[in-house]
């Protein structure tokens, strides 16, 4: 290693930069590795049958005995998802706050059996990881006990905000640590890795406190039924359910296997606080008039099989819509998923319930920063050099003309993609190369039994379905025997689908009867062009392109 | 036929209510049938490999030689788009306004062959139509040359709004036809039937102008060539467009084939109006430096063979992108559409492109009335009763709310689905009745090859893909002769692919081995049993429920 090493540090973003989810940031100081985060991402439309993607972390694998640590700066599933897979290939001490350790733990209960050491930090605690000192601050998000990282390294004070916002009315009081931030920037930030989720909207998120005032003024003039749906994580607007639903003397009770866990988590932690009996069990429901009642419960983003999809089609158990009832949607859909979240309220209409959502019903705000909060967190810090995480590519490039708004030049600003690896030196920044880093797909068989040509072929059966030819031939003479079965599956039907296999029989029978007795044919070869005669029949008859399986056998 | 009939009408919607596509709805007075709009919907998610959607006509062939005429309220697809499938199986007259039928026919050409009767009128012409007459009014919508109908029944006059806004000053200066509205409003309408989509918007929809407007100041600090991707129907838009491109010295160059149809049209009809040389061919644009060029394409919509996302990839023939280009997203995605919208942007920012998009831009506006507006419609008609349409379930109930709150008992207001039957007389309205409609689906097979159990399948395999086993046995014993054959397509792979298969392998020559001798069993029968076993091996073992398909052959 050359002696200019102990000055310089690498970034290497294995997830998170150019897109949104499965935030996984690995920083390396002369033989010490760190890495930030550890989330999963949600499926694409273009992964069906997928549950889960995780960040690619050969690279970190490949050096795992210099990882001295994981620090988590929150507890959603884009930040701390993929630790159990991520824990089965190594062991390495995870820190995070109390509440973010909570909400992974659970995660770990459900996923995973080895050992943890899982240790609890404060907002400016000292993590102490080798040449490189971590010091993680409180950040105002849509989850309690959020933090940002004040990184120490030997090339200078590194800032990584984890994701945040600039709630100047945060709802349990803790606003971000302006004060270490603008200390930081009087001594001179190295870098800036900054939140671009939201760089594309102008001026200020609204405070987290706005939501709870909405939900006032919506209890005051409602008599029915509430039913409140919300991401179970927000433990914030869900601390402003209970008190609007206190201060209405209605009683909150929580249905929904996550949003419950997350509760009780949150309750035994003390980050959610209710007063005696104000929470009580779905069973005891029925004891109390409907005007009483808030039900809080899962299902924001019209997920076929959550609670509230459930109730939109009248098949929960426990709750029916009835007339009267309020449904408010205090979550904006996720992007991909507006058309389910459209058909679960248009069933709740259906069943005779009004329904919030929506923009402008001002019952969700959200937890990142807009452009005049990301300028604050610039002009805070000050940094040498700005690297834009956490966000589409167009987020970035948007953030990075914010950066050069409040300052920074152009040279000094880095866009770089999943895998980019960043140097940084006291007078330098660049990319100087790359990892690979791929989505890993998980699914009910685990990492890595899925590849792009397993989706490919999902994605093209999808569209036109599958044919399968099977054929038996003489071993003697290599004629036809018996008949061509033509079986499909998503393909067409009725009388066109006979006439159409009929067609395909003769041509399959025309091959034979044309084909010189060549017995060298092997019979790949004989499948080869039975799927290659398929396909070109179908495709010239009926403009479709289904998958083509052969298999010919010796009889 | 009983005597008061005559003094009763039927409202039969076969599409666009409960929904936002496929406009199609029937009147019936006595023996008289009227249809009003015959358009398309695109294909849902839950269709995969499908090119669009049809209403279910098969009530109204049932009837055909009682219908009158079909009546065009504008030219876009949802209200137009099925006209070549519908007209294949009737010869009736189709009435519309001069664009609304050249931008029908401009559809036919390319997939009808047949006979047409298209019959222009212009706003305030009365079409008889048997006992009923109806006369188109100009509304302000996204397309020029659209119209609303007054339909004059025996049993009182209707309006039906087709799709508008209250544009108070529309590009081409043809308001809204207040004037027949009021005076229907004085003489007493029966029913309104009102335009739902954006019945969940709060305030007033701004008019199309300020989208020039704000043109105008993007034109004015841009250096670079601008690129403005739109719906290739937006004629005012389009003319915006041409009109400020003029007044800032630029070019337009027309790209992609829709786009390029449509303002031919218009053009010639004199619909959109281009100072001479403003608009050039593609083939010229080299011989103009960049800054004095405007491209205007289709792909607002993500569509991935589209110019705008072939440009995003730097795969376009005539345009590429350089850095200092400007993307204009002149439209905003249809739901379901964000994410392909969203890749495209962030691809144009690879390519080194500044992009304008979103909400906040400014760019663009909607066609559809809001809130507001929609109350002034409901104020100047003052119907009787009130029967919302065009909108998803949620926007015609919200929509209802609306007119309570301008007066109308909410007992005279009518929500319904497709199929409902409206039956009204002067001093009745109920729904009585439905009439079967369901969803045609179309693909390159025509319609009716593909039902809902192809789609299921094509869903199933494209989540898990498909395992095809074919075995031979003997034609004696029934014992299984040589290997079974077990392909798969869509499934997993690698290592763990191949230990399944030869766990099955063992599973299916297990069968085999304990199966009684019974020769009695039939092929069919062999079969079922592989296909249930394999199924149920696969499921405990890998969770997972591909498609199977089994081929059992003598041999």
């Given at each position: 290693?050359?002696?200019?090493?102990?000055?310089?540090?690498?970034?290497?973003?294995?997830?998170?930069?150019?897109?949104?989810?499965?935030?996984?940031?690995?920083?390396?100081?002369?033989?010490?590795?760190?890495?930030?985060?550890?989330?999963?991402?949600?499926?694409?439309?273009?992964?069906?049958?997928?549950?889960?993607?995780?960040?690619?972390?050969?690279?970190?694998?490949?050096?795992?005995?210099?990882?001295?640590?994981?620090?988590?700066?929150?507890?959603h599933e884009d930040h701390v998802g993929a630790l159990p897979w991520v824990l089965r290939d190594l062991t390495v001490p995870v820190y995070g706050t109390r509440l973010t350790l909570g909400l992974a733990s659970r995660k770990m209960n459900e996923n995973f059996e080895g050992e943890l050491d899982f240790r609890v930090v404060a907002p400016r605690d000292l993590i102490q990881l080798g040449s490189v000192t971590v010091q993680p601050f409180r950040v105002t998000h849509s989850v309690s006990d959020s933090v940002g990282l004040l990184i120490h390294t030997p090339a200078g004070e590194i800032v990584h905000t984890g994701d945040f916002k600039l709630d100047q009315t945060p709802v349990d009081g803790e606003t971000?640590?302006?004060?270490?931030?603008?200390?930081?920037?009087?001594?001179?930030?190295?870098?800036?890795?900054?939140?671009?989720?939201?760089?594309?909207?102008?001026?200020?998120?609204?405070?987290?406190?706005?939501?709870?005032?909405?939900?006032?003024?919506?209890?005051?003039?409602?008599?029915?039924?509430?039913?409140?749906?919300?991401?179970?994580?927000?433990?914030?607007?869900?601390?402003?359910?209970?008190?609007?639903?206190?201060?209405?003397?209605?009683?909150?009770?929580?249905?929904?296997?996550?949003?419950?866990?997350?509760?009780?988590?949150?309750?035994?932690?003390?980050?959610?606080?209710?007063?005696?009996?104000?929470?009580?069990?779905?069973?005891?429901?029925?004891?109390?008039?409907?005007?009483?009642?808030?039900?809080?419960?899962?299902?924001?983003?019209?997920?076929?099989?959550?609670?509230?999809?459930?109730?939109?089609?009248?098949?929960?158990?426990?709750?029916?819509?009835?007339?009267?009832?309020?449904?408010?949607?205090?979550?904006?859909?996720?992007?991909?998923?507006?058309?389910?979240?459209?058909?679960?309220?248009?069933?709740?209409?259906?069943?005779?319930?009004?329904?919030?959502?929506?923009?402008?019903?001002?019952?969700?705000?959200?937890?990142?920063?807009?452009?005049?909060?990301?300028?604050?967190?610039?002009?805070?810090?000050?940094?040498?050099?700005?690297?834009?995480?956490?966000?589409?590519?167009?987020?970035?490039?948007?953030?990075?003309?914010?950066?050069?708004?409040?300052?920074?030049?152009?040279?000094?600003?880095?866009?770089?993609?999943?895998?980019?690896?960043?140097?940084?030196?006291?007078?330098?920044?660049?990319?100087?190369?790359?990892?690979?880093?791929?989505?890993?797909?998980?699914?009910?068989?685990?990492?890595?039994?899925?590849?792009?040509?397993?989706?490919?072929?999902?994605?093209?059966?999808?569209?036109?379905?599958?044919?399968?030819?099977?054929?038996?031939?003489?071993?003697?003479?290599?004629?036809?025997?018996?008949?061509?079965?033509?079986?499909?599956?998503?393909?067409?039907?009725?009388?066109?689908?006979?006439?159409?296999?009929?067609?395909?029989?003769?041509?399959?029978?025309?091959?034979?009867?044309?084909?010189?007795?060549?017995?060298?044919?092997?019979?790949?070869?004989?499948?080869?062009?039975?799927?290659?005669?398929?396909?070109?029949?179908?495709?010239?008859?009926?403009?479709?392109?289904?998958?083509?399986?052969?298999?010919?056998?010796?009889?």
């Amino acid at each position: 290693m050359r002696t200019i090493a102990t000055k310089e540090i690498r970034l290497i973003p294995l997830g998170g930069m150019g897109e949104i989810g499965k935030n996984l940031m690995l920083l390396e100081s002369g033989p010490d590795l760190v890495a930030i985060d550890c989330g999963l991402a949600f499926p694409k439309d273009n992964m069906p049958g997928i549950d889960v993607v995780i960040p690619d972390v050969s690279y970190l694998l490949e050096r795992k005995d210099r990882l001295r640590g994981i620090v988590l700066t929150h507890g959603h599933e884009d930040h701390v998802g993929a630790l159990p897979w991520v824990l089965r290939d190594l062991t390495v001490p995870v820190y995070g706050t109390r509440l973010t350790l909570g909400l992974a733990s659970r995660k770990m209960n459900e996923n995973f059996e080895g050992e943890l050491d899982f240790r609890v930090v404060a907002p400016r605690d000292l993590i102490q990881l080798g040449s490189v000192t971590v010091q993680p601050f409180r950040v105002t998000h849509s989850v309690s006990d959020s933090v940002g990282l004040l990184i120490h390294t030997p090339a200078g004070e590194i800032v990584h905000t984890g994701d945040f916002k600039l709630d100047q009315t945060p709802v349990d009081g803790e606003t971000t640590d302006y004060g270490l931030l603008a200390a930081a920037g009087e001594r001179g930030v190295l870098a800036l890795l900054s939140d671009s989720t939201h760089a594309d909207r102008p001026g200020f998120t609204p405070s987290e406190r706005t939501v709870g005032e909405n939900l006032s003024h919506v209890f005051q003039k409602t008599n029915g039924r509430i039913i409140i749906t919300s991401f179970a994580s927000s433990v914030p607007r869900i601390q402003q359910v209970i008190d609007v639903a206190h201060r209405f003397g209605r009683k909150v009770c929580i249905v929904g296997r996550s949003m419950e866990t997350v509760v009780d988590v949150s309750l035994n932690m003390g980050y959610l606080k209710a007063p005696m009996g104000t929470v009580i069990d779905v069973e005891d429901m029925s004891r109390y008039p409907l005007s009483k009642i808030v039900v809080l419960s899962t299902g924001s983003q019209g997920e076929p099989l959550s609670v509230l999809a459930r109730m939109s089609q009248g098949e929960h158990r426990q709750v029916q819509i009835v007339e009267g009832d309020l449904v408010i949607m205090a979550a904006t859909p996720v992007p991909g998923n507006e058309t389910m979240v459209s058909k679960v309220v248009d069933n709740l209409f259906r069943q005779g319930a009004t329904v919030i959502y929506g923009p402008e019903s001002g019952v969700h705000v959200s937890g990142h920063a807009s452009q005049e909060e990301l300028k604050i967190m610039l002009n805070l810090t000050r940094p040498r050099f700005f690297i834009p995480v956490h966000g589409d590519y167009r987020h970035m490039v948007i953030h990075a003309g914010l950066a050069e708004a409040t300052g920074v030049p152009a040279s000094n600003i880095l866009i770089g993609e999943n895998g980019s690896v960043f140097r940084i030196s006291p007078y330098n920044a660049s990319i100087v190369g790359t990892v690979p880093t791929q989505d890993v797909l998980i699914d009910d068989l685990g990492p890595k039994a899925i590849d792009d040509w397993v989706l490919k072929e999902r994605q093209f059966m999808g569209e036109c379905g599958v044919v399968a030819v099977t054929v038996g031939i003489s071993e003697k003479t290599g004629d036809l025997v018996g008949e061509p079965v033509i079986q499909t599956a998503g393909f067409m039907q009725g009388p066109r689908a006979a006439e159409t296999a009929e067609a395909l029989d003769g041509k399959i029978r025309g091959y034979f009867a044309q084909k010189s007795r060549d017995k060298k044919d092997t019979l790949e070869r004989i499948e080869q062009d039975l799927i290659g005669l398929t396909r070109r029949y179908l495709r010239s008859e009926t403009g479709q392109r289904p998958i083509v399986l052969c298999s010919v056998r010796k009889v």
